[in-house]
């Protein structure tokens, strides 16, 4: 119970300063019960759906919150007031009759807990700054692991409301699903806001990203109002960008929160199918410096197989063709044998496999004295070619995510930094490609996460448009498989799921059933009047359906009831004026991607060296030595992009052997076109 | 300690007593059920508005000049029997209601008053025991008028509301009396009712009684007819009914509602005022400010066509903060 005392600290006058606004009614037909009560208030009493108060009774304090309200008058029947001013609306009657106001609050806390009996009747007072922390249960983490997801309001008065990190980022609980229309940028303002909060309170988390759509979370480093004096400044103004309220920065006093973008963020992208640009909206040159290309190779996606073909494809034999391509054929130590007599094929990329199977189909054609071979150890000649078929199509299906060559661009694996924010985007990406991009990427997280090797201690994904990838119907898919795994087992790993959707009904329940955290927006009153929904109150389904930006209601595992709060606007630039603001770049042809990526290498690289490098140059090879030079981050670029296109070519050099397809790695089993 | 209380301690440590008898599941009366009608009378009175009681249309009023309002209630259970006799539990309560610029009631500061008392002839009964166990007791001895059947248990029950009846009315007066003292705050006092006797020559002004029964007639023949054919929106000259023994008031009929298809008496009702020059003048406005009043209505009310709304509002008032009668039922049980 809070004392005397701790209020007396709290209002600095000895006396609670409680706004007394009701009294508790309990009648026969409404009785009050342990969990919820009802009181009734003057009609300028500023109480709502969503207000926060106390009873002071005797012995107990009970704190609520306010789910349902209703107001009549002593007028019987509507009959009565129709006949009274002779069916004349206008009509103003010389007596008012009197209108009372009844709200039910549910129980959220009460002091003593025991012994657990109906809330007696007493003042109710409006919760105030001391009160709401009580109410929520604050009080209990938020200096040691609270993270602010926005401010009770209530009239003037704005108290912060903490989650608890250990219920939001494990290992009590753990989990974020967000749930709202699209349209309203809330979804995405609450998890860039969530985010900000985290970051300000935890040193060890770092965030990946999918942006699954359009350019919306292409921008987070960017502040959504230019520093004064800044060059940008003039640029925000000139497109009407608008700038953060003075409420906005407040709330972030409040809360405690930096009241800036991202400082950290990284953006990952893959090729477009010329294997030059990337595709993504965030490719205008002067915002192009941290984003990088996202391209996996052979051996990244093999165990991905069942993700990357379809079911129906891969039958058991096939499938057993898969697993002995995957454990004996690629990466195999001192190459594989093929039994054809000639050198062991050393097979690490797609072309390597290509290779591969052009062999064993030699060696089967012309096997068994020219009859030709129907086995190869084991394996049916029609099985080998449709794996065949599948695997080696899979470069044309993933064209620009995978390359079949062995230069690679992925997450820093192993070298997350905290506070930092990956933003993988795979918005221009088919559904397949955007499977397999969230599967593999979830999956590596898990995967350095179980071995505490990611470099961050935990590591939030944040998934939007969860209904598509996690549906409660339709078909299991490796990626729901990910999902549901992530949303079961992650608390324990530090991989915490923050998901957005519109329909969290459509949402696997065992995904929605694992998240200690909901947050709502505004809803549709459609979802609203599903199933899922029954628990809130029509009221709260009102209010939920007509929630205005900022407006969240939040649910989380230390609050008995679900709790409205309003968060600020994040000092984020929306991904729609971040597009006006740095319009996308068109494609630009190899010698001006080479260029511009050069410059940024190295400042003094000219055009005319790129030119002169370029002249005469294969396309292909020019394309793989540029990714060459980017994957070794060259402070020399030009002169190492040259030896890469003279070494594709065959140029031979005084005491090298340039290594063809199939050939046996170096030994030190890193870059085999190291000098 | 309230009389509820006392009562309550008293029926415990009597529960072996031979000459109580606790009475309980006996139904709580309101003023409504319990008030036998009163015999139809006919009074004298005389016009002084013209020659002849005449129709008159009543100017149509923006609203009304009254602003407080004046009613009571009262409440009764046989509760005991205390050596054969009945013993009455009655509660009075009167308050008077303001009507305030946003055009709601609320209370008049203290203008609240009530009673609550065990009511019996002391003469058939022995009070001693009862008020020194700190129960109120009112002798309804002197309303026993009906030589050889005061000893009647029912004659007793009956002389002994309307003994609760005369409380209420003492209550009713006793706050007119403040009310005028006050100076009124300036407003018009409507009492619900015929006018008490203020028993202060010339101090009641700016008040009005509206009488919403009609026991007592004071014309016959064609006057008769006339008041009870009256159309709605008029009223009658004003006349001055005989009171034995009280201080004269004008009286008016006004029709509040359309009785067309209803009894005679349908929305019919008599308004009384001070007998006073301004009065004379005024019968016509404040007439137009009671048929302001019928708006809004007082359903679901039996007697919505002649209650107006802020009577009403007192009279709901008091019931609310009056005990109830599953209070009194938990107190006698033992």
Not at chain 2, 190 to 216: F, Y
Request: proline fraction near 7%; hydrophobic fraction near 40%.
């Amino acid at each position: 119970m809070i004392s005397e005392r701790e209020i007396a600290a709290h209002s600095g006058t000895g006396r609670p300063q409680l706004t007394q606004v009701g009294r508790v009614v309990a009648t026969e037909p409404r009785p009050n019960t342990a969990y919820e009560f009802h009181f009734w208030t003057g009609p300028a009493a500023p109480v709502g759906i969503g207000t926060l108060v106390v009873v002071l009774a005797e012995n107990v304090e009970v704190y609520g919150v306010v789910v349902e309200g209703w107001s009549y008058t002593d007028v019987a029947s509507a009959m009565h007031d129709y006949i009274g001013l002779d069916g004349d609306p206008a009509t103003e009657p010389v007596t008012r009759r009197p209108e009372i106001r009844c709200y039910t609050a549910a129980v959220l806390r009460r002091e003593p807990e025991e012994p657990v009996q109906p809330v007696p009747g007493g003042p109710v007072y409006l919760a105030d700054d001391l009160h709401v922390r009580r109410a929520l249960r604050m009080d209990a983490y938020a200096d040691r692991t609270g993270v602010a997801v926005g401010a009770y309001q209530n009239g003037e008065l704005l108290a912060p409301v903490y989650l608890d990190a250990d219920f939001l980022l494990g290992p009590e609980a753990a989990h974020v699903t967000l749930t709202g229309v699209s349209g309203l940028a809330t979804k995405t303002s609450t998890i860039e806001f969530l985010l900000q909060s985290i970051f300000a309170a935890r040193d060890d988390v770092a965030c990946v990203c999918f942006n699954v759509k359009g350019h919306d979370m292409l921008f987070l480093d960017f502040p959504a109002e230019a520093e004064p004096g800044s060059p940008l400044e003039e640029r925000y103004r000139e497109l009407g960008i608008p700038p953060l309220t003075d409420a906005d920065r407040a709330l972030y006093r409040l809360l405690g929160v930096p009241c800036r973008a991202f400082e950290h963020v990284e953006y990952y992208a893959p090729f477009r199918e010329d294997g030059i640009n990337l595709n993504t909206l965030r490719t205008n040159p002067e915002v192009t410096g941290n984003v990088h290309p996202l391209a996996w190779g052979l051996q990244d996606i093999m165990e991905f197989t069942e993700v990357v073909l379809s079911r129906d494809d891969v039958d058991a034999k096939a499938d057993a063709l898969i697993q002995y391509i995957n454990q004996k054929v690629i990466g195999a130590k001192n190459g594989y044998n093929i039994g054809d007599g000639r050198a062991p094929i050393y097979v690490r990329t797609f072309a390597d496999l290509e290779e591969w199977f052009r062999r064993v189909f030699d060696h089967m054609e012309s096997g068994d004295n020219g009859r030709g071979m129907e086995q190869y150890r084991s394996h049916h000649y029609q099985t080998l070619r449709k794996v065949h078929n599948r695997l080696t199509n899979l470069i044309t299906r993933y064209r620009g995510l995978l390359t079949p060559r062995e230069e690679r661009f992925d997450l820093p694996w192993g070298s997350f930094r905290p506070r930092t924010v990956y933003v993988v985007d795979i918005a221009s990406m088919d559904p397949q490609g955007q499977d397999l991009v969230v599967t593999r990427v979830v999956s590596k997280l898990r995967e350095y996460l179980e071995r505490k090797a990611l470099g961050v201690d935990r590591c939030v994904v944040v998934v939007d448009e969860l209904n598509k990838y996690a549906p409660s119907d339709g078909p299991e898919t490796n990626l729901r498989k990910t999902l549901l795994d992530i949303s079961e087992r992650g608390r324990y790993l530090g991989l915490v799921l923050f998901s957005a959707q519109q329909f969290r009904s459509q949402v696997h329940k065992r995904v929605v059933g694992n998240c200690g955290t909901s947050i709502y927006g505004r809803m549709d009153m459609d979802e609203l009047a599903t199933p899922g929904y029954q628990v809130l109150t029509r009221a709260e389904r009102e209010k939920l359906a007509t929630l205005s930006k900022g407006q969240l209601m939040v649910r989380h595992p230390h609050f008995s009831q679900a709790i409205f709060v309003k968060f600020p606007r994040p000092n984020i630039l929306r991904g729609s004026d971040g597009v006006r603001l740095f319009p996308p770049a068109d494609p630009v042809p190899l010698e001006e991607a080479i260029f511009q990526e050069f410059s940024r290498m190295d400042s003094t690289v000219q055009r005319n060296q790129v030119r002169e490098a370029l002249a005469d140059a294969d396309h292909d090879a020019a394309v793989e030595a540029f990714n060459r030079v980017k994957v070794l981050k060259s402070a020399q670029p030009v002169s190492d992009f040259q030896r890469f296109i003279r070494k594709k070519a065959r140029v031979e050099e005084p005491g090298q052997t340039p290594r063809s397809f199939g050939a046996p790695p170096p030994v030190d089993g890193q870059d085999p076109f190291a000098d | 300690m309230s009389l509820a209380d006392a009562l309550q301690r008293f029926v415990r440590e009597h529960r072996d007593d031979p000459a109580l008898r606790v009475v309980r599941g006996t139904p709580q009366a309101d003023e409504m059920v319990e008030l036998a009608p009163a015999s139809p009378a006919t009074h004298q009175a005389r016009v002084v508005e013209g020659d002849v009681l005449e129709r008159k249309p009543v100017p149509p009023a923006e609203g009304s000049g009254f602003t407080h309002f004046l009613d009571g209630i009262q409440r009764s259970r046989l509760a005991l029997i205390w050596h054969g006799v009945p013993v009455i539990w009655g509660y009075a309560a009167a308050c008077i209601r303001t009507r305030g610029p946003d055009r709601l009631m609320r209370l008049s500061p203290e203008m609240l008053v009530w009673r609550e008392a065990l009511i019996f002839p002391f003469s058939l009964a022995p009070q001693e025991e009862l008020t020194r166990s700190g129960l109120e007791c009112v002798d309804s001895s002197p309303k026993a008028v009906i030589q050889g059947e005061e000893d009647n248990p029912a004659y007793i029950r009956q002389y002994s509301l309307e003994m609760l009846g005369d409380i209420r009315r003492g209550l009713e007066r006793a706050l007119l009396q403040k009310w005028v003292t006050s100076g009124g705050e300036g407003g018009w006092l409507l009492v619900d009712g015929e006018l008490p006797d203020s028993g202060e020559e010339g101090g009641l002004r700016r008040v009005a009684g509206l009488i919403k029964s009609h026991q007592t007639r004071y014309f016959s023949g064609e006057e008769q007819r006339r008041v009870l054919d009256l159309p709605e929106g008029q009223r009658t000259s004003v006349f001055q009914p005989h009171r034995h023994g009280y201080r004269p008031v004008y009286s008016w009929y006004l029709r509040l509602r359309d009785p067309s298809g209803q009894d005679q008496t349908f929305g019919l009702v008599r308004v009384e005022a001070p007998a006073d020059e301004e009065i004379l003048r005024m019968a016509g406005e404040i007439s137009g400010w009671l048929l302001a009043e019928r708006t809004p209505l007082s359903l679901p009310d039996a007697r919505w066509d002649r209650l107006i709304y802020p009577v009403r509002d007192c009279e709901q008032y008091l019931r609310s903060i009056a005990r109830s009668a599953v209070e009194m039922d938990a107190r006698l049980q033992v």
